[in-house]
């Protein structure tokens, strides 16, 4: 049987250590379709349901691993739904390979069914981007695309027409003109150096020996520098406050850990970038600027990778380009001085009082349920090495102050683009990628039931996944940030019949269970994570629980009573949610 073109894509991306496409086919990868068949032994192809979840899959796979992942959606609609995801990993600073389909070459531009120029819609989300027009082109397009993915952290997209698909592999058609002949490329990716120019390593130490009141913020960017970023906080005395895509760099119960920043943020991690002298700032591009220390009120510091990145968000004295881990290990034998120890300790005793606080509000007593209790239990009954996928909206909030990075535990949601519905598709990446670790998917009703099929793909393969679902019937993020702007909240609750997505979990095949007693959700929970299979939990929680902020000011204060005043239809509930809370914390 001759080689077709599409076998010498698939087996160029095996040959970059790719073992799983996601996708859905369509008419318009038929040829592709095809090329995975006959390289099955190379590559699993994960049949989802949906092409937006694909694309989660493939950016999830991208953040936790590092290697190139893979999605495959067919010509114009298809395409279309990969967008969302494809943002995502775009945002996320992900590596991600897009394959598209193309209509055949001889109906371009003749209006032909599903004709939809993908090589220009995906213009804005990529960083490389081509329309395959000759089979040679391949395998050298296909080294380029991952790695210019690899080493912009970003999309690459081919797309390829119907007939080039399925052409022998060394069709030629065309004349050659030009004093070239297409790139004979090797599918190698060299890291660049990540050390630092030794210049800006000292200019770096001087300043930061000089605090009095350092602080540490660091991002996603500095995922595996674990140990060096605590060594460089024991150096300098100095608190670490995480981002929410970066809360998994330190674990939550280091002595030097005060949580995270910004809304999601805690108390102390607030008062930390209000006090802080100086600020150490690590692979964090972090854009809510009101939550970082006012311009020219701390000396900073910044390590970032893409020189483009550095100092955009505040005045940096010295702009470090490199590898956060490099950096930091050579930063390291600088920092010479004594640590900040009373400015520490202070911030220790902060966050004992925080935790204390956030512990109270896990109250198994609690009728409707508190969301807080639901995420507290998950975070006691979750294995040490367990992997977390979070939803955008208040489960943002509750993951991030009540699931404890300790061990190998991980955690992982859409952190730029804060998109809804990638919780279940990431789980499911993750679970293809570690098969031997428990992958929890903590999400709202309201992003579960835009790709709830996704549960679906778990029982169709096997993979042992736990969805919890935080179920308020609501866009609960939207209606308290309507309420934070003093309006009253409109068009976020859904009606009646609440969804019953335990229902749902049952007919796939998979264990599903719907609590409304507090008291029965320990043992649902562990019945869950048990399961010899995937798993949900659909838990209807207290809809009035607000995700108040870790330090509440007096506008936002304002702004909330505001709305009360304009008529809140659900004050009297909210009112008496808080005044539980209260009560909670003051007996703990």
């Not at 070239?180 to 050390?195: D, E, H, K, N, V």
């Not at 109250?363 to 995420?375: E, F, W």
């Amino acid at each position: 049987m001759a080689k077709i073109a599409s076998e010498v894509l698939i087996e160029r991306l095996a040959a970059w250590g790719v073992d799983t496409v996601f996708g859905l086919p369509g008419d318009g990868i038929n040829g592709i379709m095809e090329g995975l068949r006959r390289q099955q032994d190379k590559i699993r192809f994960v049949l989802v349901h949906h092409e937006e979840a694909a694309a989660f899959m493939a950016a999830a796979h991208g953040k936790a691993t590092g290697r190139i992942g893979v999605c495959l959606a067919t010509s114009g609609p298809g395409g279309i739904h990969l967008l969302n995801g494809l943002y995502d990993a775009k945002l996320d600073h992900a590596p991600v390979l897009a394959i598209t389909g193309m209509q055949e070459t001889s109906v371009l531009g003749t209006g032909y069914q599903q004709e939809v120029d993908l090589d220009k819609l995906f213009e804005d989300v990529t960083e490389y981007n081509l329309m395959v027009t000759n089979p040679t082109q391949l395998p050298g397009v296909v080294d380029i695309a991952i790695r210019t993915a690899l080493a912009r952290r970003g999309v690459a997209h081919l797309t390829v027409p119907n007939d080039l698909q399925i052409a022998d592999a060394d069709e030629d058609p065309y004349a050659h003109v030009a004093p070239a002949r297409p790139p004979a490329t090797s599918p190698i990716y060299l890291t660049p150096p990540g050390r630092p120019r030794e210049e800006d390593l000292r200019a770096a130490a001087a300043v930061l020996k000089g605090a009095q009141k350092p602080a540490m913020l660091v991002g996603a960017g500095a995922r595996g520098a674990r140990e060096e970023v605590l060594a460089v906080a024991a150096a300098l005395g100095a608190p670490v406050v995480k981002t929410l895509p970066g809360k998994a760099v330190i674990p939550d119960d280091s002595p030097y850990a005060v949580g995270g920043i910004g809304l999601l943020g805690t108390r102390p991690g607030e008062e930390l970038m209000e006090s802080c002298d100086t600020l150490l700032m690590v692979g964090t591009n972090f854009p809510y600027t009101k939550h970082l220390p006012s311009p020219g009120a701390a000396r900073v510091v910044q390590i970032e990778a893409d020189p483009t990145r550095a100092g955009v968000r505040l005045p940096t004295e010295v702009p470090i380009v490199g590898d956060a881990k490099e950096s930091l290990a050579a930063l390291l034998p600088l920092l010479d001085g004594g640590p900040a120890t009373d400015h520490l300790e202070s911030y220790q005793k902060a966050m004992a009082s925080w935790r204390d606080d956030m512990t109270a509000l896990e109250d198994a007593g609690r009728s409707p349920i508190a969301p807080q209790y639901v995420v507290g239990l998950i975070d006691e009954l979750a294995s040490d090495d367990a992997v977390l996928t979070c939803d955008s909206g208040t489960i943002a909030t509750w993951a991030a102050r009540h699931w404890t990075i300790r061990a190998g535990r991980e955690f992982f949601l859409s952190g730029n683009l804060a998109t809804m519905a990638p919780g279940l598709p990431y789980a499911n990446a993750l679970q293809v990628a570690y098969p031997d670790r428990q992958v929890i998917a903590y999400v709202g009703d309201g992003g579960f039931a835009m790709l709830m099929a996704e549960f679906l793909t778990a029982a169709q393969h096997q993979l042992p996944i736990t969805v919890v679902i935080n179920n308020n019937n609501s866009l609960g993020q939207i209606l308290w940030e309507q309420m934070v702007l003093g309006y009253p909240e409109h068009g976020v609750r859904f009606g009646n019949p609440p969804g019953d997505f335990a229902g749902w979990a049952r007919s796939c095949g998979g264990f599903g269970v719907r609590v409304q007693d507090p008291g029965a959700l320990r043992g649902a929970l562990d019945e869950a994570l048990s399961f010899d299979g995937p798993s949900l939990v659909d838990v209807v929680v207290d809809p009035n629980e607000p995700p108040m902020p870790g330090k509440v000011s007096y506008e936002q204060a304002r702004k909330f009573a505001t709305a009360f005043l304009r008529g809140q239809p659900h004050k009297a509930a909210i009112a008496t949610t808080l005044f539980k809370d209260k009560l909670s914390q003051l007996g703990r």
